[in-house]
């Protein structure tokens, strides 16, 4: 049996979700026009459902979107119908009867299967969500670390040259990206913009070297010696909490979570909040899950 999310009732209020999937076997079939596909259904559809993007990242074989998703309303006829527009342009004569029964579809899976004469699963298994705490460090921390992914792949030593993640969008002047970003920082462009720069560069807020900035053999000797680094170094890494924590946010926030949790579905008696191991300066940041491999790597 699956284990049921973990959400926020869309009557509680607005939530965010770290989502992420992952191709079959791993396999890195999603070539750039593939990305550019998938890039414009992203924004297509999140517009569609009505929630906001905050970042992104498209990766070969995965990709990452952190998505807001607002208090539950009633949108009104000219709404309904201005979305249902986006998705179906020139509707059919069934479709314009029937605007009720529009479902959600895997856009992207049916295309690329079309584009690549293949059939089956595209993608390996439902996505993985992390539910994180709508205020601004856990927000803050999950999208630098959802922006550096291109960095930790070694493609680019600044994801500002990444087409295919929300930094680098923003850069290039997509309006919606520079929003995201902006409801991260707060303030106009300008300031989120600096803001985010130094959160991924550091205070010198220039790009390093492609890939990590400290050695994977350093990189075990300080968690043996459960010694400290800067947070813009361990965002280099990979970081399983981002992708595994279940919640993740203040001790609070969690606990909060957690119990709503409980009240639902009667089960977790023995979860309990995790502080994350103190290998950086989390900001207080606190997991739901405790992870039985190693967190990083």
Known sequence: MRTARIKVAAEDGEAVYHCMTRTVNGERVIDDP???????????????????????????????????????????????????????????????????????EQRFAIWFNKAHKRYGTLFAERFKSVLV???????????????????????????????????????????????????????DWRRAHAAHRIGLFGTGSAPRARGATIDPASFEKVLRQKGQLPLTDVLRCRVRYFTDAAVLGSEAFVATQLAAFRRRHGTRERTAPRPLPPLADWGGLTSLRGLRRSPFG
């Not at 986006?86 to 029964?101: A, D, F, G, I």
């Open 34 to 104: 593939a990305k550019e596909v998938l890039r414009g259904q992203l924004w297509l559809t999140a517009e569609f459902c009505g929630v906001e993007i905050l970042t992104y990242a498209i990766m070969s074989n995965h990709f990452h979107v952190l998505v807001r998703v607002p208090q539950k309303t009633a949108p009104s006829d000219a709404e309904l119908l201005r979305r249902h527009r986006l998705l179906h342009p020139k509707p059919t004569k069934y479709q314009t009867e029937r605007l009720s029964v529009i479902e959600a």
């Open 133 to 187: 705490e709508n205020q601004t460090n856990a927000l803050r921390t999950m999208a630098l670390y959802i922006d550096l992914n291109p960095v930790r792949a070694g493609l680019v030593a600044d994801p500002k040259d990444y087409r295919f993640c929300g930094y680098g969008e923003a850069v290039a002047g997509h309006k919606s990206a520079r929003a995201g970003l902006c409801h991260l920082h707060g303030g």
